[in-house]
């Protein structure tokens, strides 16, 4: 008989293992799937595409009287994609105060801007007056109390507390460069002799 109770406590051992690898893998199975559907819900909630396409047309922000911030990006960066939901918080909290712009860079509609504002990374910010002067510029990532105190001051008309900052870009080169007949504008006025 012992040798029967020996048997029962080892099957009862080996069940209860059983049943208690199974109970973890279903927990960890039904965390797996809440952090993906989790991770799937934030980065749906704002898309460089949503941005572009809601973004305030660039001849109208120059022209509305009200300051602007111009946002150089592309589809693929991952820094530009990074901020997006940030930058569309402050959109909305912002909206009617300042315009928004998103110009890509991958269309080369663009590259008067991006020479004239020398967009060699994005995300590139651009802060304007509400004359359409360049104030500011700001290059790569910025955390959101950084961008939010550069347009509360825009907004106010006040001067931006960090009128330059540099964070991790995405590399650019624009499309089109300047021929040798012309002056490359990223040249600062310096001549080049052959």
């Known amino acids: 008989m012992a040798g029967e109770e020996q048997i029962n406590t080892q099957q009862s051992a080996v069940s209860g293992t059983r049943v208690r690898n199974f109970l973890i893998a279903i927990v960890a199975i039904v965390l797996s799937v809440t952090l993906v559907l989790g991770l799937r819900t934030e980065t749906t909630t704002a898309t460089l595409n949503t941005l572009g396409e809601q973004s305030t047309p660039l001849d109208v922000a120059l022209s509305n009287g009200k300051p602007s911030i111009v946002e150089f990006y592309a589809n693929w960066c ?5 901020m997006a939901p940030d930058i569309a918080a402050l959109e909305k909290e912002y ?3 300042i315009n928004f712009v998103m110009l890509n860079v991958d269309n080369t509609k663009w590259l008067p801007e991006m020479l004239r504002y020398r967009v060699d990374g994005i995300p590139h910010f651009v802060f304007l007056d ?7 510029q700001a290059i790569g990532d910025q955390p959101r109390v950084i961008m939010a105190n550069n347009l509360s001051a825009l907004a106010n008309n006040s001067p931006l507390p960090y009128a330059t900052a540099s964070g991790e870009v995405s590399k650019f080169s624009a499309p089109v460069a300047p021929t040798g007949s012309e002056e490359d504008p990223r040249s600062h006025g ?5």
């Open 130 to 136: 509400k004359n359409g002067e360049a104030l500011a």
């Open 95 to 97: 909206a009617g105060k």
């Open 190 to 194: 310096s001549q080049v002799v052959n």
């Open 78 to 82: 991952t820094v530009c994609q990074k």
